[in-house]
């Protein structure tokens, strides 16, 4: 039973550097979002996908963030000219019916130098 | 705006005893809450939904909306229920927005 499964688990990049971050839903959700998590801090909601559209990239914190979904699928977040607040792991969450709950991948945890 | 506030960094009780986790919400509509739960070296879990009204490993959560509050509690604590805690409201039918969560140790 795969669950969902992102990569990589960690990222060490240097600052103003591409990172790509790619996630797997578990099969047949149709739902999928990332999440962000600060040191110390809550859950950060960045983007949601319905299907490979993404109706709701309100929580995208700037213009170097970006985030595609294909084959209503794999994801990729990517960031662009990483900046040391980035620093942080990203949760990918997938689901079928978002009201039942999500499921969480073991996420990627980022670090920019 | 909607808001779910865990006034609680950290908790610590002792095993046996009874545990009660806070949550507070904001939200002018009819509210979905959720219980979260992440233990050591594994992924973020649903515990459990107010809306199923189920008990999951002896925890249940009560929605209070006159006190906007979505308490979790277990009456006798185990060791292994040492964990992050979140809990979560949805609205618009897909958007979850969580508290900061509350770590809780349970000591032998």
């Known amino acids: 039973g795969a669950g969902v499964s992102q990569s990589p688990s960690n990222k060490v990049t240097e600052k103003g550097k591409d990172v790509e971050l790619r996630c797997d839903p578990i099969?047949?959700?149709?739902?999928l979002y990332w999440y962000r998590q600060r040191l110390g801090q809550g859950l950060e909601f960045l983007i949601y996908?319905?299907?490979?559209?993404?109706?709701?990239k309100s929580g995208l914190p700037s213009d170097r963030f970006s985030a595609e979904r294909t084959g209503e699928s794999v994801s990729t977040l990517t960031i662009q000219r990483t900046q040391q607040e980035d620093s942080a792991v990203y949760l990918c969450?997938?689901?079928?019916?978002?009201?039942?709950?999500?499921?969480f991948g073991n996420g990627t945890r980022l670090t920019v130098t | 705006a909607q808001r779910v506030t865990q006034p609680e960094k950290l908790l610590s009780v002792f095993k046996g005893a009874p545990v009660e986790l806070k949550c507070n919400y904001s939200?002018?509509?009819?509210?979905?809450l959720f219980w979260y739960v992440q233990y050591s070296r594994q992924r973020l879990q649903l515990l459990l939904r107010?809306?199923s009204r189920e008990s999951i490993k002896g925890f249940t959560a009560d929605l209070n909306k006159g006190e906007t509050s979505f308490h979790l509690k277990k009456p006798f604590a185990q060791e292994e229920d040492s964990a992050m805690y979140y809990c979560?409201?949805?609205?618009?039918?897909?958007?979850?927005?969580f508290g900061k969560g509350t770590l809780l140790t349970v000591n032998p």
């Open positions: 939200y002018s509509g009819s509210p979905e």
């Open positions: 107010h809306i």
């Open positions: 979560a409201l949805i609205y618009s039918n897909y958007k979850l927005t």
């Open positions: 996908f319905q299907g490979n559209s993404a109706p709701d």
């Open positions: 969450a997938s689901s079928l019916i978002p009201r039942d709950g999500l499921h």
């Open positions: 099969s047949g959700h149709t739902a």
